[in-house]
């Protein structure tokens, strides 16, 4: 009987042990999900230098031994290679096509096919040929290319200029404790709106390859289609000066350095939205998926 007892008791203890035991693997299980809902875990990053007002990354490709230097640059419709660094890969150019620049009409060649990755995510496979030499006469070194706005095409992509990384998120945070604005996915770049001096919202083009903070035209800009041109925002401007209120979502910055333009810079959009501003917020999220962009770090790691 003592022995029976004793078995029906350690045989009891067992069941309890065994329901505690899934009771708690559930929660923990219950309790990931519930992180993996909220937090934006990172599928992969690299690395970037911020300086001077660009986002430099280092890019890797089976025709050179060295890595080359790009920057991310989503003022560009599509990703570029600079035209000498086509050639000295030994490159096939495609067609020659007109691009739309910063107050410049300029020729290409589209496209150029590369298998180009920076620390192992890849890049888009064709690239825009252009002329990056005056670009790169600008900077304290080369520009081999541009990481243009066909990178973050259906991807959530946090740029964290504090860190200096590049991160492409599984999801964005939910209930995030961040600033949401609109962004627009044209086939010409991406666009958000903005409020300058109190006055009615408007489009202006998102565009990290911007070293300034914002671009504004100042004049009545029509809402306007793309262009079948392909877009490159990147430009070294020498423009009239002054400091305007700009609204962003629930942010309001009071003194932010603006050029100021009389016509538009792109059909459809009234400015530039650089580098020189978004930094500010430390951590900004490029959602494309959904049509966001989040000003701010977002949650905690």
Not at 15 to 38: D, G, H, K, P, Y
Not at 118 to 144: H, T, Y
Not at 225 to 232: F, G, M, Y
Request: proline share 4%; with cysteine; charged share 15%.
């Amino acid at each position: 009987m003592i022995v029976l007892i004793n078995v029906q008791k350690w045989h009891t203890i067992c069941v309890v042990n065994r329901v505690r035991f899934w009771f708690c693997a559930i929660l923990v299980l219950m309790n990931r999900l519930l992180q993996a809902e909220t937090s934006p875990s990172a599928s992969s990053e690299f690395p970037i230098q911020f300086r001077e007002g660009l986002l430099w990354v280092e890019v890797a490709v089976p025709q050179s031994k060295v890595p080359l230097h790009f920057l991310v640059d989503t003022g560009a419709s599509a990703s570029v290679l600079n035209l000498n660094t086509a050639q000295r890969l030994g490159l096939k150019l495609g067609s020659k096509v007109s691009v739309t620049g910063v107050s410049a009409t300029l020729t290409g060649n589209w496209p150029v096919k590369l298998s180009a990755k920076a620390s192992g995510i890849e890049l888009p496979g064709q690239f825009l040929a252009l002329d990056l030499s005056k670009l790169s006469g600008a900077c304290s070194r080369s520009v081999d290319g541009l990481v243009g706005a066909d990178f973050f095409h259906d991807r959530v992509v946090e740029i964290d200029y504090v860190a200096q990384k590049l991160r492409v998120l599984n999801a964005v945070p939910c209930g995030a404790d961040t600033n949401s604005i609109p962004l627009e996915v044209r086939r010409c770049g991406l666009r958000v709106p903005v409020q300058v001096n109190g006055g009615k919202r408007q489009w202006v083009r998102l565009d990290t390859g911007c070293a300034t903070a914002f671009q504004w035209v100042t004049s009545k800009v029509r809402l306007e289609k793309c262009t079948s041109k392909l877009a490159v925002g990147l430009a070294e401007l020498a423009i009239p000066q002054t400091m305007t209120g700009v609204r962003l979502g629930d942010h309001y910055l009071d003194t932010v350095p603006t050029g100021l333009h009389h016509n538009a810079i792109f059909p459809g959009e009234a400015g530039l939205l650089g580098n020189g501003l978004l930094a500010s917020f430390g951590v900004v999220t490029i959602d494309a998926k959904s049509g966001h962009l989040l000003l701010g770090r977002s949650i905690v790691r």
